[in-house]
């Protein structure tokens, strides 16, 4: 597998930004729940198609945007799309910079932006090891409620719901991956990578497709891994081996204002899924749009994980 290398180690990781299975017949379709013990009220916001919904979980006060679009069809498959927001950030900030609402309106799925919990030692974020050790919120079972209460509304595609996240919520996209495995049928991070914990506890139950979204000049979530972040190449090792693809990735190499983008594919794998990493070469801790680095985030992780469902590609 080619690397890349920064020639620079960054030990600390900072609070700012942001052998798989290959039996079908073990995937089991999301369990269906009538547990009713959450009270949720959703209000309208200033952007049409798009309510807060808050409730209490866990004794705390939590919330989320959900986002559906005018011209939904019930009448055919209605995927879902978490996007998750960096660590200190928001749900109404990455929202402004994701805009995946023209997405929505025209591929007929609805957006959910979750807001992390904020506890007295840590700003808002989300539980996934590492730095966030020391947070005692269950962002996992926050997660899973989300989706209950979602389905209990909306006639959902249980087999396509969808994670994506910017730094921290990248983190928790593979956090997901590992530990909600049988919900999610596909993630995609943005600057993001996973955690001591979650590389070595991870337990998915069904090929995953993983894609990756980094810059080589990333010094919050080195390419390169710190003490308490896995490298890149860990990360997208880890999930080749797990989905059993083959060694060496389909390479395109686009050339933008002076910068060779690597957008790395390995095919071959159980299920027919893929693992994907775009790799800049200048792109720092930041969520790449066409302006920025000639490379649409929003369009990328879409267009990606909207060929999968939770049984590999959607034929």
Known sequence: MKTYYLGLLVLILSSCGGGGSSDLESISPPETDNDDSYNETCIDTSRTGMKRCDLKHDNLDRYYYIYIPNNLNTNVSIPILFAFHGYGSSAMRHLSYTNYFLLADSNNFIVIYPQGATTATLSSHWNVGGWT????INDLDFVDTIIRLVKDKIEIDETRIYSSGMSNGGYMGYHLACNLSSKFAAIASVTGSMTNGTYDDCNPIHPTPILQIHGLLDFVVPYDGNAGSKSIPDVINYWVNYNSCGDDPDTIIKYDNYSLVSYETYINCINNVNVKL?????????????????????????????RYNIYGLIE
């Open 133 to 136: 050790s020391k947070s005692t």
């Open 278 to 306: 775009i790799l800049h070469p200048e792109m720092g801790h930041d969520w790449p749009t066409t302006q920025s680095y000639n490379v649409n985030a929003s369009f990328e992780i879409w267009d990606f994980v909207s």
